[in-house]
């Protein structure tokens, strides 16, 4: 049973970091692309990072690049999302998700498997 479990949100100030995390199970992340996607209130789903199988290539929304890193740690079946100078505009729910992916493009991929998402609220 393929399980994607979200944790590390919470309410911080502009400019501060938080980071993320995405633990798996039911399946190898060495055979997956893992991303990043948040909702922002009254916005639709925004994909903001991915990585790919290998964990050699990463793509990121021009949104968040230089100030999100999306990493992972096939030991721990898990996948983090660093997040820093964190702006109002970050406020959201975050999803991981996964597919299974032979290529190293993964921005554009249907994901097939989500989790439950965790909270950011970015306010002063």
């Known amino acids: 049973q393929v399980q994607l479990v979200e944790s590390g949100g919470g309410l911080v100030q502009p400019g501060e970091s938080l980071r993320l995390s995405c633990v798996t199970s039911?399946?190898?992340?060495?055979?997956?692309?893992i991303a990043w996607f948040r909702q922002a209130p009254g916005k639709e789903r925004e994909h903001i990072s991915c990585?790919?199988?290998?964990?050699?290539?990463?793509d990121t929304a021009n949104s968040v690049k230089g100030r999100f890193t999306i990493s992972k740690v096939d030991e721990e079946k898990a996948v983090y999302l660093q997040m820093t100078s964190l702006a109002p505009e970050d406020t959201g729910v975050y999803y991981c998700?996964?597919?299974?992916?032979?290529?190293?493009?993964?921005?554009?991929?249907?994901?097939?498997?989500w989790g439950q998402g965790t909270q950011v609220t970015v306010s002063a």
């Open positions: 998700a996964a597919i299974r992916a032979n290529n190293n493009r993964c921005s554009t991929l249907p994901y097939t498997h």
């Open positions: 039911g399946f190898s992340l060495n055979y997956y692309a």
């Open positions: 990585i790919s199988a290998s964990g050699r290539f990463i």
